[in-house]
């Protein structure tokens, strides 16, 4: 009796042990759970990219991660540092200007803005009683100097936060490539490891399901950079036909805004009102059409055909898995979202058909007359 007691104690002591390390080991790796999420989503869906360079090197798996890795970073990381660092000066710059009109007040309205339609002439007029309120007139400031004075300090704060959210993005992303060139080099290993863990889980099927959600990887990850690629350079053409100071980098800007849907109209219609405030009507014109079917247009055609290419995924999972990744992730969670509905969608698709087809199978033969 004593004996079994003393192997059901080690057996339970041995449980707890695992257990508390497991939870450890999850604790530890909790901050970092989206970057390795992102690292192992771009070396899967590179992976043929990484083949081709392997040979090239001559099986040089070091030397072919480093060229792989340094890839990444020039296509993912580099473009969102320097629009960061735009947008940084931009915001810099702005906050000058708040500063030079709480101390000398709001300037007479531009006289393009009356000119705007519907809501120019409201626009002028509300523009006109913040610097002429006969109640303030002679005082210290203005309403717009005061609503500037109440509003600085939550502006700030706001700033400051999606400042940081910005610099937690840059190290998420800086992470996962980082994290990508341990999975080039040692990727075959792993996979070996993935696929037998799913043979313990889903027996028969689990090489069809691992085959489909790589697929289905692929697809949302070519259908979110390629579109998001294809937009930027896309309106970078048209802000540079128009004439709209800076296109390279507002092309990059809206290749980073199209990854969420309906993003890009963000650039192009204040380029576009730009463009009208300036007296060019004609390339307005232009702007707007461009912008509406072009620019926009790509995302109704070049995302869902890539998308397709992996599993075919409704508009609406896009978009709940971008809003819903990006809540649950941070920007990582943009590309993450998608991807992972996209898997579960596709692997629960396959999974019920499967069982429909078994039921078909073991179904009675219908009645003979």
């Known amino acids: 009796m004593a004996p079994m007691t003393n192997m059901r104690t080690e057996n339970m002591l041995t449980l707890a042990a695992i257990v508390l390390l497991v939870t450890g080991c999850l604790t530890v790796l909790a901050p970092f759970v989206s970057a390795l999420l992102w690292a192992v989503i771009l070396s899967f869906s590179t992976w043929g990219i990484y083949a081709r360079v392997l040979r090239i090197c001559g099986d040089r798996r070091g030397l072919s991660a480093g060229i792989m890795t340094l890839i990444l970073a020039l296509v993912l990381l580099a473009p969102v540092v320097l629009v960061a660092a735009q947008l940084g000066d931009n915001l810099q710059h702005l906050g000058s200007e708040v500063e030079h009109l709480m101390a000398g007040g709001l300037p007479q309205p531009p006289a393009w803005l009356k000119g705007l339609p519907v809501v120019g002439r409201y626009a002028n007029d509300y523009w006109l009683s913040l610097c002429t309120d006969s109640a303030l007139r002679g005082t210290a400031g203005n309403k717009a100097q005061l609503w500037l004075q109440t509003q600085a300090k939550p502006i700030t704060t706001w700033l400051f936060e999606r400042g940081l959210d910005v610099g937690q993005a840059i190290l998420q992303l800086t992470l996962s490539i980082f994290a990508a060139f341990y999975l080039y080099r040692d990727g075959l290993r792993v996979a070996a490891r993935f696929s037998a863990g799913m043979e ?135 590309f993450l979202g998608p991807t992972l509905l996209a898997v579960g969608f596709a692997v629960l698709r396959e999974w019920t058909r499967d069982e429909k087809g078994l039921r078909d199978t073991h179904a009675e033969p219908p009645a003979t007359m």
Do not use: C, E, K
């Open 200 to 334: 313990q889980i889903a027996g028969r099927r689990a090489q069809a399901l691992t085959d489909l959600a790589a697929r289905t990887v692929q697809g949302v990850v070519y259908g979110i950079l390629g579109t998001s690629l294809a937009q930027g350079a896309a309106a970078a053409i048209g802000f540079s036909l128009a004439g709209v100071p800076g296109p390279l980098l507002l092309g990059l800007i809206t290749s980073v805004v199209s990854i969420i849907p309906g993003g890009p109209p963000l650039i192009w219609i204040p380029a576009t009102l730009w463009l009208w405030h300036g007296q060019t009507p004609g390339w307005a014109t232009f702007m707007a059409i461009w912008g509406f079917f072009i620019i926009s247009g790509i995302d109704n055609l070049v995302r869902p055909y890539l998308i397709s290419q992996g599993a075919s995924l409704p508009f609406l999972l896009v978009l709940l898995g971008v809003i819903g990744g990006l809540l649950a992730f941070g920007f990582i969670g943009v």
